[in-house]
């Protein structure tokens, strides 16, 4: 038989059946675990006595002196049985509260299998693909509204984009001719004063040098 057998009581009979709870068990053995530990306190302490009474009597009474350190020896046979014990005690302890919490691990995943059992027995598949088919199609829908609410309306009038181009170069076109005309226009532009110095007057022999080049020129056209 297992080890967590032999702790349920598992094969039948009264144990089985009427048996006390894992957490019974378990506060049970803690109340044992602490009952051994002040056990161990008082051997510890009464170790320490007998050591003290065997050297204080030493050579001068050696029959109370042995006396002492058998008593010694009986309650450190004592003190290492509960250290035995306790350390069983202790891994029974363990096993128990494992155990429980392993049940109750089991217990709720089993009451959460049957909640989603309980939650999909009314679900169908094909219902559920409908479902979702519909979603996707209303959502489609409503970009499609969005869409179209977004778009500028011109409230029932609708105008040619490739006139309306058109006509905006024509007045760009009249603007710049204008602005052309002022630039260039006679009255817009201020002509430059004239000067109130003479100028200086070209030197004779430039001026007959001129001459006769026009001479030169002028006997050139009569003999073609």
Same mark, same amino acid.
Do not use: C
């Given at each position: 038989?297992?080890?967590?057998?032999?702790?349920?009581? !598992?094969?039948?009979?009264?144990?089985?059946?009427?048996?006390?709870?894992?957490?019974?068990?378990?506060?049970? $053995?803690?109340?044992?675990?602490?009952?051994?530990?002040?056990?161990?306190?008082?051997?510890?302490?009464?170790?320490?006595?007998? +050591?003290?009474? !065997?050297?204080?009597?030493?050579?001068?009474?050696?029959?109370?002196?042995?006396?002492?350190?058998?008593?010694?020896?009986?309650?450190?046979?004592? $003190?290492?049985?509960?250290?035995?014990?306790?350390?069983?005690?202790?891994?029974?302890?363990?096993?128990?509260?494992?155990?429980?919490?392993?049940?109750?691990?089991?217990?709720?995943?089993?009451?959460?299998?049957?909640?989603?059992?309980?939650?999909?027995?009314?679900?169908?598949?094909?219902?559920?693909?409908?479902?979702?088919?519909?979603?996707?199609?209303?959502?489609? $829908?409503?970009?499609?509204?969005?869409?179209?609410?977004?778009?500028?309306?011109?409230?029932?009038?609708?105008?040619?984009?490739?006139? +309306?181009?058109?006509?905006?170069?024509?007045?760009?076109?009249?603007?710049?001719?204008?602005?052309? $005309?002022?630039?260039?226009?006679?009255?817009?532009?201020?002509?430059?004063?004239?000067?109130?110095?003479?100028?200086?007057?070209?030197?004779?022999?430039?001026?007959?040098?001129?001459?006769?080049?026009?001479?030169? +020129?002028?006997?050139?056209?009569?003999?073609?």
């Amino acid at each position: 038989m297992s080890v967590f057998g032999k702790l349920f009581g !598992a094969g039948g009979g009264k144990a089985g059946k009427g048996g006390p709870t894992p957490q019974e068990a378990i506060q049970r $053995l803690r109340d044992t675990e602490e009952m051994l530990s002040k056990k161990q306190e008082f051997l510890e302490k009464k170790i320490e006595q007998e +050591l003290t009474a !065997a050297k204080k009597h030493g050579t001068k009474n050696k029959r109370a002196a042995l006396q002492a350190l058998k008593r010694k020896k009986r309650y450190e046979k004592q $003190l290492a049985q509960i250290d035995g014990t306790l350390s069983t005690i202790e891994f029974q302890r363990e096993a128990l509260e494992n155990a429980n919490t392993n049940t109750e691990v089991l217990k709720n995943m089993g009451y959460a299998a049957k909640a989603m059992k309980a939650a999909h027995d009314n679900m169908d598949i094909d219902k559920v693909d409908e479902l979702m088919q519909d979603i996707a199609d209303q959502q489609e $829908l409503a970009e499609e509204i969005s869409t179209a609410i977004s778009k500028p309306v011109g409230f029932g009038e609708e105008f040619d984009e490739d006139e +309306l181009m058109a006509e905006l170069e024509e007045l760009e076109q009249e603007e710049l001719d204008k602005n052309l $005309l002022e630039i260039s226009g006679p009255e817009t532009v201020p002509l430059p004063n004239v000067p109130s110095i003479a100028l200086p007057s070209k030197p004779a022999k430039k001026k007959e040098e001129e001459d006769d080049d026009m001479k030169e +020129l002028e006997n050139w056209a009569g003999s073609i």
